[in-house]
């Protein structure tokens, strides 16, 4: 499940992972908040918050979150990873070379220096 967590910000999308991420959670929670940032400010930052009871992703939301990467895969700034298993995180770093963002990795104790880093509004992903 995904839910949006209240320290999102307008440019900036935060969303808290928990069981197992399916295509719904993507079409009904995640696009349509990703696509707003986007139509008002063409860039968004993104966190994403796995807990400790995430399981990972069904294979329908990993295609969801394919397609609306590899659209928008210029559109986003700053994307941090909190948590989750190494494989994600793995497959993060895989991802951040295809897309022109800022990548960030944090431990989830690490939860409100993430924040921090992906609610630094930017332009672009050269922007600090």
């Known amino acids: 499940m995904i839910t949006i ?3 999102s910000t307008e440019q900036m999308l935060a969303v808290r992972a928990t069981g197992t991420l399916t295509d719904t959670d993507y079409k009904e929670v995640w696009i349509p908040a990703l696509q707003k940032i986007l139509d008002e400010f063409e860039v968004a930052n993104i966190l994403l918050f796995m807990d400790e009871d995430f ?4 294979l329908k939301a990993m295609w969801e979150d394919a397609k609306f990467g590899i659209k ?5 700034a700053r ?3 909190v948590g ?7 497959g993060a770093k895989v991802g951040e070379t295809l ?15 993430a924040l921090a880093w ?4 930017a332009k672009c992903a050269c922007d600090d």
Do not use: Q
């Open 72 to 76: 928008h895969r210029n559109d986003f």
């Open 84 to 90: 989750g298993p190494n494989w994600v995180r793995w």
């Open 79 to 81: 994307v941090a990873i």
């Open 5 to 7: 967590m209240p320290e």
């Open 55 to 58: 399981e990972g992703f069904s």
């Open 118 to 121: 992906a609610a630094k509004t």
């Open 99 to 113: 897309m022109d963002c800022k990548l960030e990795l944090y431990a989830p104790e690490k939860l409100e220096e």
